[in-house]
């Protein structure tokens, strides 16, 4: 079982950076490959960045490519999304998710593991 645990959401006017956290806990956090995923109201969730386990290879969604990074720290447990260049359609819950494998995944179904989401908004 992980666990997974959000932070670093907020208010933030467009062309602002955030940085989100995921501290993950429990089984051995490096063995899995992580996600982001974010749900804006009345949409479905989706894809935004994943990384493999040990952070050598990550994917993006196009609507995030070049302003998005995602990392991880293996040492801490954790994995970060660092955003610039925010813009209002960027607003959404923002969850980090883990496989139960290595290899990264841009499907909802191959995650295993999610955490509560951190709400992040982005005003005009």
């Known amino acids: 079982q992980v666990q997974l645990v959000e932070s670093g959401g907020g208010l933030v006017q467009a062309g602002g950076s955030l940085r989100l956290s995921c501290v993950a806990s429990g089984r051995t956090f490096s063995w899995y490959a992580m996600g982001w995923f974010r749900q804006a109201p009345g949409k479905e969730r989706e894809f935004v960045a994943a990384?493999?386990?040990?952070?050598?290879?990550?994917t993006y969604a196009d609507s995030v490519k070049g302003r998005f990074t995602i990392s991880r720290d293996n040492a801490k447990n954790t994995m970060y999304l660092q955003m610039n260049n925010l813009k209002p359609e960027d607003t959404a819950v923002y969850y980090c998710?883990?496989?139960?494998?290595?290899?990264?995944?841009?499907?909802?179904?191959?995650?295993?593991?999610w955490g509560q989401g951190t709400q992040v908004t982005v005003s005009s």
């Open positions: 998710a883990a496989t139960q494998g290595a290899f990264m995944s841009q499907k909802t179904y191959e995650y295993v593991y």
């Open positions: 990384t493999s386990w040990n952070g050598g290879s990550t």
